[in-house]
């Protein structure tokens, strides 16, 4: 049975850090395009970064190009994400997505930007 399971997620002020991640099973994660999407109430679920664990390959959405990075452990089947400087509107649930031969999606975690 494959699972995502994401964790981390919380509250941080404007300008903090913050690390989350997800954990892969089920599936040959050395094969797989990781990504991380995000979704706010009433909006569309928007592409954040991705990286391929065969390689390292990564790319990312403008608006968080140089304040996050993508990252893949394979031994522990983790990706993560780490989001420095963050702002008020990357206030979202943070959605971990795997694609080998199918799709698979995690759960979601909170992440609030906020003072």
């Known amino acids: 049975q494959v699972q995502l399971v994401e964790s981390g997620g919380g509250l941080v002020q404007p300008g903090g850090s913050l690390r989350i991640s997800c954990v892969a099973s089920?599936?040959?994660?050395?094969?797989?395009?990781m990504s991380w999407y995000r979704q706010a109430p009433g909006k569309e679920r928007e592409f954040v970064a991705r990286i391929i664990t065969d390689g390292g390959s990564t790319n990312y959405v403008d608006s968080v190009k140089g304040r996050f990075t993508i990252s893949s452990d394979n031994p522990k089947n983790t990706v993560y994400l780490q989001m420095n400087s963050l702002k008020p509107e990357d206030t979202d649930v943070y959605y971990c997505r795997a694609v080998g031969f199918t799709m698979y999606w995690g759960q979601g975690t909170q992440v609030t930007v906020s003072s």
């Open positions: 089920g599936l040959v994660f050395s094969r797989l395009a």
